[in-house]
């Protein structure tokens, strides 16, 4: 079983940053492929930024240019640096990996960590 634990969400001011990390744990052959999603009060889980590993990497349009996703394939671990914050970007912040266990192929969640862009 593959276990997703975020961490790094906070306050941030209008302009401020935030660094958002996904440790993923349990018996993993290969990660796939790495995402980001939120969800803002009120409205639907929205994809934020994908990252195929030894592929490319995709940004939602509102992000571009603000958040970077990178990973440390060594630790697990996957981080967004969030830069430039707006209010619009509050929300529940989500990873999500794909990956090979001994088991499957399959998809995980994180269980989520609240950012919150305010003055």
């Known amino acids: 079983q593959v276990q997703l634990v975020e961490s790094g969400g906070g306050l941030a001011h209008p302009g401020g940053s935030l660094r958002l990390s996904c440790a993923a744990s349990?018996?993993?052959?290969?990660?796939?492929?790495v995402a980001w999603y939120r969800q803002a009060p009120g409205k639907e889980r929205e994809w934020v930024v994908s990252?195929?590993?030894?592929?490319?990497?995709n940004y939602a349009g509102p992000v571009k240019g603000r958040f970077t996703i990178s990973g440390d394939t060594a630790k697990n671990t996957v981080y967004l640096q969030m830069n430039d914050l707006k209010p619009e970007d509050t929300a529940v912040y989500y990873c999500?990996?794909?990956?090979?266990?001994?088991?499957?192929?399959?998809?995980?969640w994180g269980q989520g960590t609240q950012v919150t862009v305010s003055s």
């Open positions: 990252m195929i590993i030894g592929g490319a990497t």
């Open positions: 349990g018996t993993i052959w290969n990660i796939h492929e």
């Open positions: 999500n990996i794909r990956a090979t266990t001994p088991f499957r192929l399959g998809a995980w």
